[in-house]
């Protein structure tokens, strides 16, 4: 038996996000696709103690709180699901970025679009690391706040990026501008949140990208 971890093909992503489009008409409607699904592997990931995979497939695949019947759709989506959780903790691990967008719209006609068009783009993913995080019980022990502070700290970030309406207190407020412009000033955002959240959670190095990232906004404070 090998423990290599095998990157799915962009034919597999595909299928991925058929099954789950498929399979999410079966529980009703909501925000489940392929890009929350990434998300949420990837808060799976950043969590100290995730609890095993059949509990949060159970959750997420159900209606009126019954997990939907186990199909042959239901496993080859699992078994992606499962490839997918081990090729993004094994890209955190050694410190390559996570790209929160696998079918990247046209540029041009994207960045024509306003910014809440533009941020629908990214939302999925950050409802996906957010439920991980927060929405399965007992993920995060809030009593110990300085052993998972990374994680509450990003997760208010990357609500922020997207131009929630949040205080520091994590409560939505009436007024707040957006942090960032456009789709591209937010990706590269939440790409580097991610980053610092599996660095602080896991003790991962920077991704290189990252750190020059962050070396140049310093720079620019400074001066």
């Known amino acids: 038996m090998t423990n290599e971890i095998i990157p799915l093909t ?26 929350f699904l990434d998300g949420f592997l990837t808060g799976w990931a950043l969590l100290p103690n995730p609890p095993v995979h059949r509990q949060w497939l159970s959750l997420i695949f159900s209606k009126d709180g019954k997990p939907i019947a186990e199909s042959e759709d239901f496993n080859a989506l699992r078994k992606l699901l499962m490839r997918r959780y081990k090729e993004i903790s094994q890209r955190l691990k050694t410190s390559q970025v996570i790209d929160p967008v ?45 052993a998972v502070y990374p ?14 309406k949040i205080n520091e207190g994590g409560e939505e407020v009436d007024e707040t501008a957006p942090v960032y412009d456009d789709f591209y000033d937010a990706l590269e955002a939440i790409v580097v949140n991610v980053a610092l959240m599996a660095e602080g959670m896991k003790g ?16 620019d404070d400074e001066s």
């Open 204 to 219: 991962y190095p920077l991704p290189e990208e990252v750190r020059e990232k962050l070396a140049e906004e310093e720079s």
């Open 151 to 164: 994680l509450v700290d990003g997760t208010l970030n990357l609500e922020s990026i997207l131009g929630s």
């Open 10 to 35: 962009m034919d597999e992503l595909e299928q991925m996000d058929a099954l789950t489009e498929k399979l999410a008409e079966q529980v009703g409607p909501h925000d489940i696709d392929a890009s």
């Open 102 to 146: 696998r079918f990247e719209p046209e540029t041009e006609e994207l960045l024509k679009e306003d910014h809440d068009t533009q941020m629908s783009y990214l939302s999925p993913f950050v409802n996906g690391i957010y439920s991980a995080i927060y929405d399965v019980p007992n993920n995060l022990d809030l009593n110990d706040i300085d």
